[in-house]
């Protein structure tokens, strides 16, 4: 994609790439568009920085008239609405939901929410303007895909490109656009929900080229933030504090972090003093914000068309990442080289490779394994048995590799004959490699 200031030309549409978190609350838009150095997050009111979106709907009774984000938060208690929020922990569970005594697919419904939502994109481009659009959400497992996916098709971009990550990729991806100063060392990312906090830790491993990034998880339960004032609320929010005060310490125990990140609703009210103290020791700085995992989405898409220098020179192993290159030993013309399936970093999902071969004299196929998290690189010999005897070098083969989990290959060998002289038997062998062996 070029980008160039084209938006006074008539006639001439804008291309808009959108990073959409999808909280288990809250949804957030952020955005880029030709001429803009760096994304910037959607407004839900004009004029202020409010930019979570509630992940709530709302029905009027007996009209299929449905409102959404905060318009039905303030409705939500009248006598002719009926609410519909957790609408992503609802679309998870798959459960149907009874709405004004209907039946509702919970999916469909986090659909609409998401199409309504995508409006606060209106003043800025229409929905055949968006261009692409990176959702990110706290944990992207085979559930998630799925919904995403279904999710994806129901919106009515056609010409859309429309991607998945989690929240851990996208804080990666954000990072890379900061300072260097600001993760030279480890960072901490902490999301709040006032129940619970997600600590995300991104450490680099310099030693390696390209630098390996790994961002390690943890999570803390029980962190209830008290809502209304209470003669006991003082002490409740001390008692947090202390909670916070030992989390953190325990988090940036062993190593040294350049700076945090506190994200979420919880963290709006001032009642870290102990905690904060702790987070700015040794010289960390401490950064508050909402929008980091949606504007890291953006910057996702941006790479994705043109990789910065800095994400060039990093590979990121999340847990959904491969964490190994596999490749195959093939002669040409007479040398053995080294011939890449798959690359460390691919999304496993997405990993997909065939390939066509002439079988050598001994039958068998070399699967080479280099991991990149420290383990041994292997080699995987695969002996062909299922295949009529021939000549040396007369048999052609397809190869079909795809990834069944983020740990195993399968490996599927048909026999493609050899022209006239050799027709194919279409007979298949599968065979399954484990990646961390």
Request: proline content about 3%; hydrophobic content about 35%.
């Amino acid at each position: 994609m070029l980008f160039g200031n084209i938006a006074g030309i008539a006639g001439v549409k804008k291309k808009i790439m959108a990073g959409y978190e999808l909280g288990r609350d809250y949804a957030q838009v952020s955005y880029i568009e030709q001429g803009m150095e760096k994304p910037e997050s959607a407004a839900v009111v004009t004029g202020k920085e409010i930019f979570g979106i509630p992940t709530v709907l709302c029905k009027r009774v007996g009209v299929n008239q449905w409102y959404y984000g905060r318009s039905a938060e303030k409705m939500a208690d009248t006598d002719s609405i009926v609410k519909v929020d957790h609408l992503l922990d609802k679309a998870r569970s798959g459960d149907k939901i009874e709405v004004d005594g209907e039946q509702y697919d919970p999916s469909a419904l986090l659909a609409l929410f998401i199409k309504r939502s995508l409006s606060i994109l209106s003043s800025i481009c229409g929905l055949d303007e968006i261009d692409s659009i990176m959702f990110t959400v706290e944990s992207l497992d085979d559930r998630m895909i799925g919904i995403l996916d279904g999710i994806s098709k129901n919106l009515g971009l056609d010409k859309t490109s429309i991607y998945f990550q989690d929240y851990a990729e996208s804080f990666f991806h954000y990072m890379m656009y900061q300072p260097h100063e600001l993760w030279n060392k480890d960072v901490i990312s902490c999301l709040y929900d006032g129940e619970r906090a997600h600590i995300y830790v991104m450490n680099r491993n310099t030693q390696k080229t390209p630098v390996v990034v790994i961002i390690n998880e943890s999570m803390a339960e029980g962190l209830l933030l008290p809502v209304m004032p209470t003669e006991d609320s003082e002490d409740a929010l001390a008692s947090l504090d202390t909670r916070f005060e030992k989390l953190f310490e325990d988090v940036c125990a062993g190593n040294t972090q350049s700076c945090v990140y506190l994200l979420g609703e919880g963290f709006k009210k001032e009642w870290m003093k102990k905690s904060l103290k702790v987070l700015c020791s040794n010289g960390r700085r401490v950064f508050q914000g909402n929008n980091l995992f949606s504007t890291g989405a953006c910057f996702c898409l941006m790479d994705m068309r043109k990789p910065s220098a800095e994400s060039a020179s990093h590979i990121y192993l999340g847990r959904d990442k491969l964490r190994a290159n596999v490749g195959i030993n093939v002669f040409d013309q007479g040398r053995e080289e080294y011939f890449s399936i798959f690359d460390a970093g691919t999304t496993w999902y997405d990993a997909q490779m065939e390939t066509d071969c002439i079988m050598g004299d001994d039958q068998t196929i070399q699967v080479i394994v280099t991991p990149l998290d420290g383990q041994k690189v292997h080699t995987e010999v695969l002996t062909i048995r299922d295949i009529p005897e021939r000549p040396p070098r007369t048999s052609r083969i397809h190869i079909s590799f795809t990834m069944k989990s983020i740990y195993e290959v399968k490996v599927t060998v048909t026999d493609m004959g050899f022209g006239e002289i050799f027709p194919s038997s279409g007979q298949k062998q599968e065979f399954s490699i484990r990646l961390d062996q």
